[in-house]
């Protein structure tokens, strides 16, 4: 019975240190900084739209050259299109052939997605 006990108390005790950890997304601070020729601000849909040359830099991920990066506020996403180069962490550097044309990152995340 004992056994027992102890079974049902370890099993217990391991499901609380089993939990999973969330990762949570930064907010936009001052942390980062763009640059480009143009660009469209669109206070209605929380967008900032940077094009011709433009590139973004964060603690995680640069991105330079592109055509065009939009900026959502609303969702902290940036979407990279057209030609560019990027560096994501320091160690993953691309430069996208003609296929590719989209890098959507989320601000704070360690993740981009090229499509």
Known sequence: MKNIAAAIS????????????K????PITEDYNF???????????????????????????????AEQIVFDQASNEIIATGPYNFTIDGAVTLTPGEGTKKLRYKIGEAVAYIE
């Open 35 to 65: 640059m480009c020729k143009t660009m469209e601000i669109n206070k209605e849909a929380k967008t900032i739209i940077l094009t011709e040359d433009a590139s973004y830099k964060d603690s995680i991920i640069e991105i330079t050259g």
């Open 10 to 21: 370890l099993l217990t005790s391991l499901g609380l240190y089993a939990q999973e950890e």
């Open 23 to 26: 990762t949570v997304a930064k």
